[in-house]
C-alpha cells in the first residue's frame, strides 16, 4: 500500500509542476504588450540597417529596396508573425481576373507567401509563420522576405502571361 501511494504521490507532484509550467509559460506568453512587440522588430530591423517606424494602426512599418513592408502588431497572438508586402500592384476592371488568378496560383506555388486583394484595390503579399514566442518569427525574418521576393517575381511573370506582355517590353 506504502509502495501504492509513494507512486501515486509521485505522479501528482509530476502533474503539479507539469501544469505549473505549462501555466507559467502561458502567462509569460500573455505578458506581452503591442509597445513591447513594437520594440522588438523596431530593434531588430534598426540593427539590420532598416528604418523603421510605426505606422498609424500601431504596425511597424519599414522600406526595402523602395517597397513597403508592414509587421502587424497584436499583443493578443504572439504566437502568430507575419510581414507584409503591401500595394504591389492595382487592380482594375481590366485586369482583376487575371489578378485573381495570378493570386491562387502563386499562393497555391510558393511557401509561406499569401498573396490578396484588399479593398478590391490592391494586391498585397504576406508571409505567415506560426511561433511559441514572439521573437522566434526574427529567425525565419529573411528566409520570409525572400519567399515574398519568390512570390512578387512569380506574381509579375504570371500576369505578364496573362496579359499578353512580353517581359522585354518594358
Not at 519599414?62 to 510581414?83: L, Q, S
Amino acid at each position: 500500500m506504502f509502495t501504492h501511494l509513494k507512486v501515486c504521490s509521485k505522479v501528482l507532484l509530476l502533474a503539479c509542476l507539469l501544469l505549473g509550467f505549462v501555466a507559467r509559460s502561458t502567462a509569460q506568453d500573455q505578458e506581452w504588450t503591442n509597445e513591447m512587440l513594437q520594440a522588438t522588430y523596431m530593434k531588430f530591423l534598426a540593427e539590420g540597417g532598416y528604418l523603421p517606424t510605426i505606422d498609424a494602426d500601431g504596425d511597424v512599418q519599414f522600406k526595402r529596396e523602395g517597397k513597403t513592408y508592414y509587421i502587424p502588431i497584436n499583443a493578443e497572438d504572439t504566437e502568430f508573425f507575419a510581414v507584409n508586402l503591401a500595394n504591389i500592384y492595382d487592380v482594375t476592371p481590366e485586369n482583376k481576373t487575371a489578378i485573381l488568378e495570378t493570386c491562387n496560383y502563386v499562393t497555391a506555388t510558393t511557401k509561406v507567401a499569401k498573396l490578396q486583394v484588399i479593398d478590391d484595390r490592391k494586391v498585397w503579399i504576406t508571409a505567415e509563420i506560426f511561433v511559441s514566442h514572439p521573437e522566434e518569427g526574427i529567425k525565419t525574418f529573411d528566409r520570409m522576405l525572400s519567399s515574398i521576393d519568390t512570390a512578387s517575381n512569380k506574381f509579375i511573370t504570371k500576369m505578364r502571361e496573362l496579359m499578353g506582355l512580353d517581359s522585354k517590353d518594358d
